[in-house]
């Protein structure tokens, strides 16, 4: 396993006429070796104004608040047999936009909005549970299935209300296709799975290690996909047959996670677990999380042609310097 960059320098002449010079690293994610830009310097970000009016505005017609949830949400009509799963104020259901063969929604609570720090272990607890338990369901053959989550607009979201989604495929995105194959080459070479041996390598290395919680290792990713992106690591590799304790583990990482982020004034994220389930020993679950640019009321999308078009992250945030204030928050 090889953790490599390449540096370049710019150079640039400031207005107050003397010359900065900028260190860029390119690194190169050790499993896919998709590369990633990491910067040290950040750019101006204007102060975050308020978004009362957008909480207010949207919950007049929410399909996830509690007095529509039943008459707005679509079912699943042949696994679920048109039925709601619920746990806590946890509902599971058909996304009305489908992107996969099978695509559920879970509204993870009653709440319109929340701010990070308020988002509890239960909520994600609940919402893993009905997931077990859709996919439970599911006939043979194989798939691709990720879990995911858009919080806020600038993580994509087209609804406030805080909601987690799972896509069963037949076919792999095109990520997920890099990190199978990748990660088989790896098995074939090592005999062990790579996210194994990641935990292994980044625990003697130190640098980039964050903590643990309940059968669950987590690290900040040396070629960073965003900002302050951790993976976290399961014990336990297929999601569906997860104990009560792995789940929780992740869980209480995630909200960890969530409240380093609150920290540091941001409020939007992105989540995406790719599950083990069905793709066979090389492959280990394996979740991703980033913090999107603060949501406010003129808020700044941070995917642009680089990333669009190139697949090529830019983060103004050092992964070595992140880890370790993280590694406070882990602690609990
Ligand atoms: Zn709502």
Same mark, same amino acid.
Request: proline share 5%; hydrophobic share 40%; net charge negative.
């Given at each position: 396993?090889?953790?490599?960059?390449?540096?370049?320098?710019?150079?640039?002449?400031?207005?107050?006429?003397s010359?900065?010079?900028?260190r860029?690293e390119?690194?190169?994610?050790?499993l896919?070796?998709q590369?990633?830009?990491?910067?040290?310097?950040?750019?101006?970000?204007?102060?975050?104004?308020?978004?009362?009016?957008?909480i207010?505005?949207?919950?007049?017609?929410?399909?996830f608040?509690?007095?529509r949830?039943e008459?707005m949400?679509?079912?699943?009509?042949?696994?679920?047999?048109?039925?709601f799963?619920?746990?806590?104020?946890?509902?599971?259901?058909?996304?009305?936009v489908?992107?996969?063969k099978?695509?559920?929604?879970?509204?993870?609570?009653?709440?319109?909005?929340?701010?990070?720090?308020?988002?509890?272990?239960?909520?994600?607890?609940d919402?893993?549970?009905?997931?077990?338990?859709?996919?439970?369901?599911?006939?043979?053959g194989?798939?691709y299935?990720?879990?995911?989550?858009?919080?806020?607009?600038?993580?994509?979201?087209?609804?406030?209300?805080?909601?987690?989604?799972?896509? *069963?495929?037949? =076919?792999?995105? +095109?990520?997920?296709?890099?990190? &199978?194959w990748?990660?088989l080459?790896? #098995?074939?070479?090592?005999?062990?799975?790579y996210w194994?041996?990641?935990?292994?390598?980044?625990?003697?290395?130190?640098?980039r290690?964050?903590?643990?919680t309940?059968?669950?290792?987590?690290?900040?990713?040396?070629?960073?996909?965003?900002?302050f992106?951790?993976?976290?690591?399961?014990?336990?590799r297929?999601?569906?047959?997860?104990s009560?304790?792995?789940?929780?583990?992740?869980s209480?990482?995630?909200?960890?996670?969530?409240?380093?982020?609150?920290?540091?004034?941001?409020?939007?994220?992105?989540?995406?677990?790719?599950?083990?389930?069905?793709?066979?020993?090389?492959?280990r679950?394996n979740?991703?999380? *980033?913090?999107? =640019?603060?949501? +406010?009321?003129?808020?700044?999308? &941070?995917v642009?042609f680089?990333?669009? #078009?190139?697949?090529?992250?830019?983060?103004?945030?050092?992964?070595?310097e992140?880890?370790?204030?993280m590694?406070?928050?882990?602690?609990?």
């Amino acid at each position: 396993m090889e953790f490599r960059k390449e540096i370049e320098f710019a150079k640039v002449l400031l207005p107050n006429g003397s010359i900065e010079e900028n260190r860029i690293e390119i690194r190169y994610d050790p499993l896919t070796l998709q590369t990633s830009r990491v910067l040290k310097k950040k750019p101006p970000i204007p102060e975050i104004q308020g978004f009362e009016e957008e909480i207010e505005s949207t919950k007049v017609w929410c399909p996830f608040c509690p007095e529509r949830i039943e008459s707005m949400a679509a079912k699943d009509p042949e696994l679920l047999k048109g039925e709601f799963l619920r746990r806590g104020e946890a509902i599971l259901f058909s996304n009305i936009v489908p992107y996969s063969k099978y695509s559920f929604v879970i509204r993870m609570t009653d709440a319109h909005y929340l701010e990070l720090e308020d988002f509890k272990r239960d909520y994600f607890d609940d919402s893993f549970f009905l997931i077990q338990d859709a996919l439970s369901r599911l006939g043979e053959g194989k798939y691709y299935i990720s879990i995911g989550m858009n919080y806020l607009k600038p993580a994509g979201s087209s609804i406030m209300h805080p909601h987690i989604q799972t896509l *069963v495929s037949e =076919t792999s995105t +095109d990520y997920f296709a890099r990190m &199978d194959w990748s990660a088989l080459e790896f #098995f074939e070479e090592r005999k062990k799975d790579y996210w194994k041996a990641l935990v292994e390598k980044e625990k003697e290395i130190g640098s980039r290690f964050v903590g643990e919680t309940a059968k669950t290792t987590w690290l900040a990713a040396f070629a960073p996909k965003g900002f302050f992106h951790f993976i976290g690591v399961p014990e336990e590799r297929e999601f569906m047959n997860m104990s009560e304790e792995q789940i929780s583990g992740i869980s209480e990482g995630i909200i960890r996670i969530l409240r380093f982020y609150a920290s540091k004034g941001f409020n939007s994220f992105n989540i995406s677990m790719f599950l083990a389930d069905r793709l066979g020993e090389h492959f280990r679950t394996n979740l991703h999380i *980033v913090a999107r =640019t603060p949501f +406010d009321k003129y808020y700044w999308c &941070d995917v642009y042609f680089p990333k669009l #078009f190139h697949d090529e992250t830019i983060s103004y945030l050092v992964p070595e310097e992140y880890a370790s204030e993280m590694a406070e928050f882990m602690q609990g």
